[in-house]
């Protein structure tokens, strides 16, 4: 299991050069192992962070990328609060990753059947497999604490026979989602948080130094589990949490 590095960034925009480039070495390692990179992200302020750089690599090979989503609202696909449009204008309208590769909810389907064929559309991809083993998942993280649509206290957090759930009362509107279980973000190559704002230092505070539990924070990951903060974000979190011995500045 990977032991978690947390980084401290001076501005969203060090954070979307770093992903680029970690994104950019693991991709071409991925393609030329599996001949396929399966990455899967999240909403909120990820897209535009994650495709600020990104959007403009012509090194990366994006007609061999899978994307899926880790959660996803149960809204059309061209609703304003849907994921998928999200990341479609930040990174999908400027890269050629093919449209057959970009996995997106079922919107016509109920939030229960929609878990279940957005759970075939991942086996279509890895296989007949017990779990599937992402290259990376790229996730954000809420002030409360929770990834994913995994939210504190919620029965969802003990699911571990699916690889996709659905929920019905998001604390967060809107409150119809289907999410990636913890079995399957726990079985990535890697994960890569990323957090911004200050809203959110108290949290990171509370639980990289005082251990306190968060939906987050019992994310793991096989090889590499880093989390990229912003210094609003990161400047409650001390030194002694971090394996250097301090918060390392990217
Ligand atoms: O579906 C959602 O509601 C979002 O995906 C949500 O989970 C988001 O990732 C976090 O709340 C962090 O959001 P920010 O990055 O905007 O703070």
Known sequence: ?????????PSSKAISDTLDAHIAVLSAKAIASSGKFTI??????????????????????????????ADE????????????????????DHVPIPAAHVHTLTA????????KRY??????????VALPEFDL????????????????????????????????DSPKPPPARITLTYPVVNNAETVIFVATGAGKQ????DMFDKGVDFPSGRVTARKNLFWFLDEPAAVKVSARSTEAGGRTTA
């Not at 959007?55 to 899926?68: A, E, Q, R, V």
């Not at 016509?108 to 878990?115: G, H, Q, V, Y």
């Not at 969802?156 to 996709?164: A, G, P, Q, Y």
């Open 1 to 9: 299991m990977a032991a978690r590095q947390i980084f401290s960034f």
């Open 40 to 69: 899967a992200v999240s909403g909120g302020s990820l897209p535009t962070i994650l495709a600020a750089t990104l959007k403009s690599n012509t090194t990366i090979d994006f007609s061999k990328w899978h994307l899926f989503y």
């Open 73 to 92: 609202r149960c809204v059309p696909l061209d609703h304003a609060d849907s994921n998928h449009l999200a990341v479609q204008r930040a990174l999908l």
């Open 108 to 115: 016509s389907l109920a939030p229960a059947e929609a878990a």
């Open 119 to 128: 759970e075939q559309d991942l086996r279509a991809v890895f296989g007949d």
């Open 137 to 168: 998942i790229l996730l954000g993280v809420g002030p409360d604490g929770h990834t994913c649509s995994l939210f504190p206290d919620h029965p969802l957090l003990d699911v571990k026979d699916r690889w996709v759930a659905h929920l019905l």
């Open 202 to 205: 108290d949290m990171f505070h």
